[in-house]
T-cell receptor, first 115, second 113 residues
Framework: EAGVAQSPRYKIIEKRQSVAFWCNPISGHATLYWYQQILGQGPKLLIQFQNNGVVDDSQLPKDRFSAERLKGVDSTLKIQPAKLEDSAVYLCASSSAAGGLDEQFFGPGTRLTVL | AQSVTQPDIHITVSEGASLELRCNYSYGATPYLFWYVQSPGQGLQLLLK??????LVQGIKGFEAEFKRSQSSFNLRKPSVHWSDAAEYFC???????????FGAGTRLFVKA
């Protein structure tokens, strides 16, 4: 089966610009996650969707980050405006069941550099 | 709130030697524990997980981990390391609802010939 797809793979922007990342989860997976992985750190959960509803967005900086999951399939994560500290790899993952106890399948990530 | 500590930022092991990566967690109830591996340019892949039952868990690629409640540890082991095992390894803990997974900072494994 096809894995989790993400695009773009790399993005370079200047601070205060906006950027959007796209994720297509594994077909049939109900739960979708966005993580931020800063260099030298482990992934940090930003937002978790079950179908098209938000389960957890407690660590999402809502003043500049937004995410949506249309029709419970694809998802988009947006940053507007970007700050230098947003430089990181943004990982999308999906799992078939609700919650984090099922295996999460990760995409390759989008590496964002903010100058 | 749960947390995960991986004390070793990086470890170097000779090919064919045994490996143990340390992981300590903090959580008030019985934790759900995971080990993931991240190879260069690739996404994270689940190696193994512990929910309950036998405290010694077998995973893919010849890895195993042992849950020790008294030490709040979930160390990852492999009896003989291969050069292809060079990667970054992440320990993670999920709460009982399973709705949030917390990852450690990772341990980078280098394998020397």
């Amino acid at each position: 089966e096809a894995g989790v797809a993400q695009s773009p793979r790399y993005k370079i922007i200047e601070k205060r610009q906006s950027v959007a990342f796209w994720c297509n989860p594994i077909s049939g997976h109900a739960t979708l996650y966005w993580y931020q992985q800063i260099l030298g750190q482990g992934p940090k959960l930003l937002i978790q969707f079950q179908n098209n509803g938000v389960v957890d967005d407690s660590q999402l900086p809502k003043d500049r980050f937004s995410a949506e999951r249309l029709k419970g399939v694809d998802s988009t994560l947006k940053i507007q405006p970007a700050k230098l500290e947003d430089s990181a790899v943004y990982l999308c993952a999906s799992s078939s069941a609700a919650g984090g106890l099922d295996e999460q399948f990760f995409g390759p990530g989008t590496r964002l550099t903010v100058l | 709130a749960q947390s995960v500590t991986q004390p070793d930022i990086h470890i170097t092991v000779s090919e064919g030697a045994s490996l143990e990566l340390r992981c300590n967690y903090s959580y008030g109830a019985t934790p759900y524990l995971f080990w993931y591996v991240q190879s260069p340019g690739q996404g994270l892949q689940l190696l193994l997980k512990y929910f309950s039952g036998d405290t010694l868990v077998q995973g893919i690629k010849g890895f195993e981990a042992e849950f020790k409640r008294s030490q709040s540890s979930f160390n990852l082991r492999k009896p003989s390391v291969h050069w292809s095992d060079a990667a970054e390894y992440f320990c993670a803990v999920a709460d009982t609802g399973g709705f949030k997974t917390i990852f450690g900072a990772g341990t980078r494994l280098f394998v020397k010939a």
